[in-house]
């Protein structure tokens, strides 16, 4: 496991900082907007969205005042190829079991 998927995986490991990064994940947010949805101070919200920004989690955009916060795809890459590992793996062993019951059946025929 890489540096990035560990801090990446450390962050979700909250179970806050996964709350606010499934309502990020829903549609870009200010952190007054996602503060309004969840029973964290906004403060609270700004601390556990810098965590999820340093993972490369989410990013965000500056509109006036405020920051608009939006899940960042480069981040989330490198734990989609390491959940794809396993499920690679899994197919590949599934077709290794299927071939392997075909050809178990031939010779029984």
Known sequence: ???DQDRAFAALADP???AIFEKVAERRQSV???ARAM????PAISQHLKILKAAHLVRDVPSGAR???????????PLRKWLDRFWDDQLAAFKQAVEAAEWSEEAEE
């Open 32 to 34: 007054a907007e996602i």
């Open 1 to 3: 496991m890489t540096y």
């Open 67 to 77: 920051r608009i916060y939006s899940i960042d795809p480069n981040g989330l890459g």
């Open 16 to 18: 806050t900082r996964r």
């Open 39 to 42: 029973p964290v101070s906004q």
